[in-house]
């Protein structure tokens, strides 16, 4: 999913609220000296409805209930009763009064001590009893689900509303609420609802959800953007020591690391549905960490859950996010076991994280109940379907969805659904609408084609110049069966016309059999990569782009053929047969492709004709793919990724010139090391048995432009180092700004610490060396060639720069020791 289709949505807003609960608050907590008190405690008294204030002190309370009198607590500080004079009190300026300890836990300045802390006796406990609680007692279970997804504009006054930007769309402010949570302004542009059954097995550790009804209003068939709203919301488990969020691993409240980075204060204790449950409050001991602020209550006899209100601390190292908020609450089954039925998150994106600032929320509410126990499944029960579509699904009538609700509609709810279905029938929104989608995908609808990617317009090398390219795909609808596409380039040095064409059809769904055939007529750069593949249509950057150095006048006319066939008869592993034909032969009269025909040397060519017979398995578990189309993408949620192919080249099949085998693999794994950050690891294996002349030589990958490419090397030129057979090794992590956040001055920039080292080993056979006329020197990396790198990420959240030292083989001509690389993007 790119993330860009949210940002752009930032535009889009309106109002301020006219809808009151029975009782808010809102205010900030100082001390003595008008300072915040970060992470106070306010609640309603003789109640358990509270909020932690933030990092500055503010804090929002909100209740349906009529409550007199609020009572603010911190560590360290006096106790303090407000009374109410109102239903609703904002604004108030609370000031404490600083003491220096507290009986039971020794304080200084809201730093809870390690020892002789009830609180931390209690957190011990729930460690004990972690998996013993819930569906984990059970060898298999099976609930349903209700599931509802809501994207709203917040933070919009009456003076915006007047823009002419919402000329036409005046009805939208009609439904403006007020967040419970943050006491902001809200209008719904987004909902989705979904009822599912799900299936578990502890035994087998299978998982399974059939989901019987779906139902959206806004942006209504966008796979976009509900595939980012699944990837936003992945499920998670607060028992966990780690919580991953975009792509971030935050401490839980209930880690066995906690205590080292939380304060825990019992607060209170009471009866609640009948249970003796303990209330303790949790906020971070530093700044700029991946944690989070909130309470919990917790049984004094099982040690489980109760519920959790929990909210991530504003100075938490993550981009486009200014507030998380998650509620969690269980119920009783027995006297033993807690079970989750109610799960709540809320986001609220924003440019910056000022308190101000207008921005999205993102929120699912989901349900679960109907619980039943120990009623086994076959194990091909759990089989995940690889393309199950089931229009009824999506088509449900209104009374289904009356009837099997879990909770009714509210009225203001049912307000939405009319207002979403109306807007998008108004054509300033459509026109809004289209430009988000032209941006996030790069296409141009007119009907049924589309017209693009209008990003790759532009491009420049030393053979074609200024090259100038369009291209023109079909688009009936997000779940295409099939799919024509074809581009037109022209480069003006060379003064040629270059195409390519293919179509795809998706004969049969439920295991996506696939067959494509397309043929490719273009220049290109084809040492760009070790583990290589037959896309017709794909372009890698060293071929054309426009931001590079040094010479790069090694290129290529490919002539192209390739047929196809595909298919994923089990979820993300796919298996394909191809066979391809290509010409190559050089582009530029400074490089050479030319090589003799046999080992004697007697005979020189200059073009290569090959035809190949190609075999590939490729197994991407966790990888979620986005929609039911032939061409699907992934969403941003990290993967492992392994892909194996081999090649068999005919000797004489359509005046074929070799004879070889040729198999190779990639492999690559992210890794989240909790709050160390993500690494990234990526191995490359290959070997061709017979020889073969330098266009099927497998090129060590360089990389002469001024941006990092992923699988290259930075401190390479093309072709400087040439292989039969190789293995590499890279390995990238980034730290999230860990030590970055130690450091005072740099605290504030939230810049992210990256470390990397990528190194080859190779070598030539002496048959490969022999056949070589191309001029070029066989130089491989037989003493293993490596280079390591250090870099600065989330620079002015887009930016990330990499420097990188060669390691070895500085004495090489024009060897390039240092080289500074730079990535863009929305990162998280």
């Known amino acids: 999913m790119k993330k860009e289709i949210l940002f752009n949505l930032f535009f889009l807003f309106a109002f301020t609220s006219t809808i009151f609960a029975q009782t808010k608050v809102s205010g900030v907590v100082v001390d003595k000296l008008n300072q915040p008190v970060p992470f106070a405690n306010v609640a309603f008294k003789n109640s358990s409805e509270g909020a932690v204030c933030n990092e500055d002190g503010i804090f929002y309370l909100e209740s349906p209930k009529n409550y007199p009198t609020i009572v603010i607590t911190s560590v360290g500080y006096s106790d303090r009763e407000i009374e109410l004079e109102k239903s609703v009190n904002y604004n108030f300026k609370i000031q404490l009064k600083e003491i220096e300890t507290l009986k039971e836990v020794v304080i200084y300045k809201g730093k809870t001590s390690k020892k002789n802390n009830p609180a931390l006796d209690i957190l011990r406990k729930i460690w004990e009893h972690r998996r013993k609680n819930g569906l984990h007692l059970f060898a298999q279970y099976q609930m349903e689900k209700y599931e509802k997804i809501e994207f709203d504009l917040n933070t919009i006054d009456s003076a915006y509303m007047k823009k002419n930007f919402f ?76 919580l ?59 040690y489980a859950l109760k519920n959790i209100n929990m909210a991530a601390t504003k100075s938490a190292n993550i981009n486009w996010v200014k507030d998380i908020y998650i509620e969690q609450e269980f119920e009783v089954m027995n006297d033993s076991i807690f079970l989750l039925t109610k799960d709540y998150m809320m986001t609220d994106f924003a440019l910056n994280k000022k308190d101000k600032s207008k921005g999205v929320y993102g929120k699912r509410t989901t349900f679960y109940r109907d619980h039943k126990f120990n009623i086994e499944k076959p194990e091909k029960f759990y089989k995940e379907e ?14 289904y969805w009356e009837e099997n609700r879990f909770e009714n509609l509210t009225k203001d709810e049912k307000g939405v659904y009319k207002m979403l279905d109306t807007l998008q029938t108004v054509k300033k929104f459509k026109q809004i609408y289209s430009l988000v989608e032209i941006l996030d995908s790069g296409y141009i609808n007119s009907g049924n084609l589309d017209y693009g990617p209008i990003y790759a317009v532009v491009g420049q090398n030393s053979v074609e110049g200024l090259r100038l390219r369009t291209g023109v795909r079909t688009y009936f609808g997000p779940n295409d069966p099939w799919r024509l596409q074809t581009y037109i380039a022209y480069g003006f040095k060379d003064d040629k016309f270059k ?71 089990i979820k993300n592993l796919t298996f394909g047969l191809g066979v391809t034909y290509r010409t190559l032969i050089s582009a530029s009269p400074e490089f050479s492709l030319d090589y003799y025909t046999d080992l004697s040397q007697t005979t020189i060519k200059s073009q290569v004709k090959q035809s190949e017979i190609n075999v590939k398995v490729e197994y991407t578990p966790n990888r979620k793919p986005i929609g039911f189309a032939v061409e699907r993408y992934n969403t941003d949620s990290p993967f492992t990724s392994l892909f194996v192919t081999y090649s068999q080249g005919f000797k004489g099949l359509l005046s074929s010139d070799f004879e070889y085998k040729k198999l190779q693999l990639y492999y690559k794994q992210p890794i989240i090391i909790g709050p160390l950050g993500r690494s990234n690891i990526t191995v490359e294996i290959g070997k061709t048995f017979g020889y073969i002349p330098l266009g099927l030589m497998s090129v060590v990958p360089g990389n002469q432009s001024l941006f990092d490419i992923s699988n290259t090397f930075s401190n390479l030129q093309y072709y400087e180092f040439v292989a039969d057979q190789y293995v590499t090794f890279k390995w990238d992590h980034d730290f999230h700004g860990r030590f970055f956040a130690r450091i005072p001055f740099m605290r504030k920039l939230n810049w992210r610490e990256n470390i990397g080292f990528k190194s080859v080993y190779g070598t030539v056979s002496d048959e490969n060396r022999t056949i070589n006329a191309s001029g070029l ?19 002015f959240k887009f930016f990330r720069v990499d420097f990188s030292w060669r390691g070895n083989y500085l004495n090489m001509p024009d060897a390039n020791k240092f080289a500074t690389k730079i990535s863009m993007g929305f990162y998280f």
């Open 167 to 242: 000329k036409g769309m005046e009805f939208i402010f009609n439904q403006v609420d007020t967040s419970k949570i943050t006491g902001k302004t809200y209008l719904p542009i987004f909902i989705n609802e979904a009822l599912s059954d799900v299936y578990g097995d502890n035994k087998l550790k299978k998982v399974k959800e059939k989901t019987k009804a779906n139902k959206t209003s806004g942006f209504n068939g966008n796979q976009q953007i509900l595939s980012f709203v699944n990837d936003l919301y992945t499920e998670f488990d607060i028992y966990d020591n780690h």
């Open 244 to 302: 991953t969020f975009f792509d971030k691993s935050f401490t839980s409240p209930l880690s066995k690391t906690g205590v080292d980075t939380y304060n825990y204060i019992l607060r209170d204790s009471a009866y609640i549905d009948k249970k003796w449950c303990y209330n303790i409050v949790f906020y971070p001991r530093r700044k700029n960490e991946l944690t989070f602020k909130g309470d919990f209550w917790v049984s004094d006899t099982t």
């Open 386 to 399: 690889v393309n199950y579509y089931d229009q009824e699904v999506y088509n449900k009538p209104e009374d």
């Open 499 to 569: 195409y390519g064409v293919t179509g795809k059809w998706m004969v049969e769904p439920k295991n996506r059999v696939i067959i494509a055939a397309g043929n490719r007529r273009d220049i290109e750069q084809i040492g760009a990569s070790l583990t290589t593949t037959n896309d017709i249509l794909g372009r890698n950057y060293a071929s054309s782009g426009l931001l590079t150095f040094g010479s790069n006048d090694k290129l290529t006319n490919v002539n192209l053929s390739n047929i196809e066939v595909e298919t994923e008869p």
């Open 777 to 795: 020197v066989y130089n491989a990396p037989d003493k293993v060639y490596w280079e390591y790198s250090a870099g600065i990420g989330n620079i």
